[in-house]
């Protein structure tokens, strides 16, 4: 049924197709099928309270079109959608206001979906997720309960911002230029017991992987970087005070060691209290503890002021003896190589400034091809002033320094990843529980003993252990058979004045007693436990916003399923995602994090490729219309449901495809919204007469002129590559064409009015699919099979030309048909290799055999 309107009316036409797609289910994605798969992902949003900002339906449309797209080529597509819903907004309101996040997010949520179906949007809806629901987040538990099997996981006492103000951990986004967003009160680095996840173990192969990927340069490179892998050396320094000792640094220049005039140790250093001298001490134990307030990230920043202390010891350079002072800097972090280095002012910058501040020799060891550039030069280049080693080039003087050492055992080669172990626990309500319990050693033991204990697989090969309140304790998972371990009802979401997450106010949860043999816990009530139960404490930390978004798109593939994270057949149906579309603020984190995952999901046989994102493409940011980024305070913010209000979701969706390449940064445009309308208004007109009728243009026996037939196979070619590639914004540019060339005959056939109608559906399905229907075809224009072109109807007037030199081919030429002699000959000489063959020698003759062969006869 087509709607009953005259004019091109969105208002009604939109939601009219919009309530039919979703009924009919029109885009349903099959579990398996003998078609082939096309899975197109997008970045699932976290529903904020602000709901749908601008930059969500550009990539939204993009992979909305491609979907539509690809089930004309007769693709089975699956296109999901779901809510990243945990996180630090929701559970501040929830703080603010009592309210529970659960019913926040829900609310949210609705909002959001709603939104989105007004665009147009067709998304698998029977298959959302929400990683807040506790039957996925059963799985994220499930996930972290192999890593936590397999050695992945540990816990560990690591530094988090707390506010004593507060009395509150402080997340880094909550902590602005050391002090509380909220209140502006101080903030310090305190230690808290985390949970760690040993991404470390997956660098090399996470590096590797980035290889093979269809990812923008720029992201492979963030990742790279990120996971940092540096070649170089550990050398040990003997120590002039501590015989038995040595200092070892790490260091990528080897080549340098002559140029060391200082070494440094991180102020957490091991070694830093045995080589202080006493009158020292109290000073540097002051610096430790300031140090301790600064975050590595501040730290290693290049720019800030260097500070730092003399211990009053000596390290002896094992290349040539000499004496060298040892120094205490924070500017060297613990958590990186060895936590000391050995300083080459000369050719490091932060040595150099270091050097500067506190008046300590620079020695020049690198010079370039004989010259001395200025310091600090960081570059490779020639040895100086390095005896036996003089001369060579600093690449070769490396590997021979590292040989040397490595003969006197007083050093060797290594490798040093930047990558750090991922801190996978906050201190908050709105996360997804860990699924562990706390017990003694002594219980742990008696569990591990128990042949018949449901734990009996479950169990790492080493207990991870941690200290609570000054006594040991023993991890043990909750068994998978009794997940999903939901969040306890709590009467504040504040969380505990000791730093423990609002978990810890839920007492009954708390404390339990675990029986040995099932696993079923019950509330301890103060009790002792019975025989054959053990006492429990359950884990009060709760897991990052990163950990549901990890495995998401692996759940849409079978949403509903309680046997398993994902089934065999769906798995090996669906696979991973042929495109990945979202912002390229996730072009680290969120993607080296999930890869991390997949990649271990992999290892332990759940899913059978070892990258989950093999394509990707990141939307560019859309920027006011003032060309700077979208704010609320700047008043620039253009909102999505105005826009629809006004011109319609099919106008937006195009427009926004509209405004430049998909990947650029671009400003929106209110004038060139008013274009896109007009031409889907122009569209209407050519299809529907002002009675509301078909236009009597369209003909069905009409034959088309050669010129019509050229126009549409040439747009049929020409959109088809594009919405393959991405490249929207020429599609549309090629449409126009196209209707301005239906516009200017007086008759078109109905086959050239029903193509133009398929190819334009992608990115304006409503008035396409309306405009299909009123000519009579069954809904949806989508299960039309994708038009083909025919290359004889584009007969190209473009011809190639053969550029010879003395009847030597030395380039050739694409040029219109229509080209004049004088316009051939004179583009010719221009050509790179032509004009070289050219150069300082005279033309004698020069032929053109028209349509084909430029030759120049030169001497
Ligand atoms: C001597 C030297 C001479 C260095 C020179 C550089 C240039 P990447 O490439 O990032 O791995 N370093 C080592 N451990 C450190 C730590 N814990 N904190 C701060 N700096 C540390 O950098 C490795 C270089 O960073 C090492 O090589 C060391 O300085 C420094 F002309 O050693 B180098």
Redesign the pocket.
């Known amino acids: 049924m087509a709607v009953n309107c005259k004019d091109y009316d969105f208002s009604q036409i939109e939601p009219h197709w919009q309530s039919f797609w979703a009924n009919d289910d029109t885009f349903h994605a099959d579990d398996v099928s003998d078609k082939p798969k096309y899975y197109v992902l997008d970045m699932f949003p976290y529903p904020s309270g602000a709901g749908l900002h601008i930059g969500h339906p550009e990539g939204y449309t993009a992979s909305d079109a491609l979907k539509r797209f690809k089930k004309s080529q007769g693709y089975n597509t699956l296109h999901p959608m779901g809510w990243d819903a945990f996180g630090l907004p929701t559970e501040q309101y929830a703080i603010k206001t009592g309210q529970h996040p659960a019913s926040t997010t829900a609310q949210n949520i609705q909002r959001f979906r709603a939104q989105l179906e007004q665009l147009g949007f067709t998304y698998n809806w029977d298959r959302e997720i929400n990683t807040t629901d506790p039957h996925y987040f059963k799985w994220t538990q499930w996930i972290f309960l192999q890593l936590f099997k397999h050695g992945l996981a540990y816990v560990d006492e690591k530094p988090v911002w707390w506010c004593p103000a507060l009395s509150t951990v402080l997340a880094n986004e909550e902590v602005i230029d050391g002090k509380s967003e909220r209140g502006d009160h101080p903030v310090e680095r305190r230690a808290l017991r985390q949970w760690v996840l040993r991404i470390t173990t997956y660098a090399e192969k996470l590096l590797e992987g980035l290889d093979d990927l269809d990812w923008p340069d720029s992201t492979r490179r963030l990742q790279k970087n990120w996971i940092?892998k540096?070649h170089?050396a550990e050398v040990d320094f003997a120590l002039e005070d501590l015989p038995d000792d040595t200092l070892t640094v790490?260091?990528?220049?080897p080549d340098?060691l002559f140029g060391v005039t200082y070494m440094v140790l991180?102020p957490e250093h091991p070694l830093v209290d045995a080589l202080v001298k006493a009158d020292k001490a109290a000073a540097i134990e002051q610096y430790r503890q300031a140090a301790a307030r600064k975050s590595d990230l501040e730290r290693a920043e290049t720019a800030k002021e260097k500070t730092g202390m003399f211990t009053g010891a000596y390290a002896i350079n094992p290349i040539n003896n000499e004496r060298i002072p040892i120094w205490v800097a924070d500017?060297?972090?613990m958590s990186?190589?060895t936590?000391a280095?050995?300083a080459?002012p000369a050719?490091?910058e932060r040595d150099y400034a270091f050097a500067q501040t506190f008046d300590l020799p620079i020695k020049r060891v690198i010079g370039l091809k004989g010259k001395e550039p200025e310091l600090p030069f960081?570059a490779e280049g020639h040895m100086l002033h390095s005896g036996e080693y003089d001369h060579l080039p600093s690449a070769e003087g490396k590997q021979k320094i590292i040989a040397a050492l490595q003969a006197q055992h007083r050093g060797k080669a290594t490798v040093?990843y930047?990558l750090r172990d991922w801190l996978f626990s906050r201190q908050r309500y709105w996360g997804e529980p860990f699924p562990i319990m706390w017990v003694t050693p002594e219980d742990y033991a008696a569990l591990v003993a128990t042949d018949t204990s449901v734990f009996k697989n479950l169990l790492p090969e080493q207990a991870v252990t941690c200290n609570m309140h000054g006594s040991p304790y023993c991890a043990v998972p909750v068994p998978p058979g009794h997940l999903p371990l939901p969040l306890p009802e709590v009467e504040s979401y504040q969380p505990s004045g000791s730093g423990e997450s609002p978990l810890a106010h839920a007492q009954d949860w708390l404390h339990i007693h675990l029986h040995i043999a099932t696993g079923d816990t019950r509330p301890a009530n103060g009790q002792s436990p019975e025989p054959g139960w053990i006492a429990a404490q359950r884990e009060t930390n709760t897991m990052p916003q990163w950990a549901g978004s990890c495995w998401y798109y692996l759940r849409y593939v079978d949403p509903r399923n309680t046997d398993a994270l994902i089934g065999t057949a769906k798995e090996r149906y669906w696979g991973t995602p042929d495109l990945y579309i979202g912002g390229a603020e996730h072009a680290v984190l969120h993607l080296l994090y999930a890869r991390f995952w997949h990649r271990f999901l992999f290892d332990i046989g759940v899913v059978q490729d070892p990258e989950p994102f093999k394509k990707l493409f990141h939307q560019g940011i859309i920027l006011g219309e003032d060309g700077e980024k979208m704010s609320k305070s700047r008043g620039n913010v253009v909102n999505p449901e105005t826009i629809i209000a006004d011109y319609g979701a099919d106008a937006l969706r195009m427009y926004l495809m509209f405004l430049g390449p998909l990947a650029a940064m671009k400003p929106w445009n209110t004038q060139g919204i008013e274009g896109i309308a007009r031409f889907l208004r122009k569209t209407w007109r050519e299809y529907i007469d002002t009675e509301g009728s078909l236009n009597g243009k369209i003909k069905a026996q009409h034959q088309d002129d050669a010129e019509t037939l050229k126009v549409l196979h040439e747009t049929i070619k020409k959109v088809t590559d594009d919405y393959e590639g991405l490249q929207f914004n020429t599609a549309i540019s090629q449409m126009m064409i196209c209707l301005n060339r239906l516009a200017k005959v007086e008759q078109f056939s109905r086959t050239t009015a029903e193509t133009f109608l398929q190819l334009l559906a992608p990115l304006a399905p409503h008035i396409a699919e309306e405009l299909w229907q009123r000519m009579g075809n069954p809904a949806s224009i989508a299960n039309a099979p994708w038009p083909t072109h025919d290359a004889s109807k584009i007969v190209s007037d473009q011809i190639k030309i053969i550029i010879q030199v003395n009847g030597k081919l030395r380039g050739e030429l694409q040029v219109p048909k229509s080209i004049s002699k004088e316009d051939i000959l004179s583009l010719a000489k221009t050509q790179d290799r032509v004009a070289s063959n050219l150069a300082d020698k005279s033309i004698v003759k020069e032929i053109y055999v028209p349509g084909k062969i430029v030759n120049f006869v030169v001497k």
């Open positions: 940092g540096s170089g790490f260091t990528t220049r340098t991180a500017y060297v972090l990186y190589g936590g280095i050995m080459v050719h490091d960081v040093n930047k």
